[in-house]
């Protein structure tokens, strides 16, 4: 029988794909939890169509997430954080939430899983971060980290 997937199926494949499977598997496992559509004229009809939109969809992100790390490569952040007087170390370590923070306030939509740090910034100084976005986009963004 063959049925289209709603929804990703470990071991059977992601949503979307047209499979092959038995009748018994899709009347009495598939069809009941809604995990699968039969492969009918309209049903296939309805699937080009929803991975028309999807690939659109997918252009218009790739645009705006391709302007968003044009205008943030090169950027430069600059921190004040306080630091100790007797060592010069920073009290607080500057991580990838706070620069997504910094960078959130300026207008860019930057998340923390997009800051892509080995180990948070614990010096005063100029730093180079790394930034990752979908479709294997990145930036690179310096980060000045001052004395208060």
Known sequence: MRVILLQDIKNLGKKGEIKNVSIGFARNF?????????????????????????????????????????????????????????????YASVTALKIAKVLKEAGFDVKKENVKLAEPIKELGEHTVQLEFDHNLEAEIKVIVESE
């Open 30 to 90: 598939l069809l009941p939890k809604n995990f699968v559509k039969i492969a009918t004229k309209n049903a296939l009809a309805e699937l080009e169509s929803f991975k028309k939109q999807l690939e659109q969809k997918a252009t218009q992100d790739l645009d705006k997430v391709g302007e968003a790390v044009s205008s943030l490569d090169g950027y430069e952040v600059v921190l004040h954080e306080k630091i100790s007087k007797d060592s010069g170390n920073l």
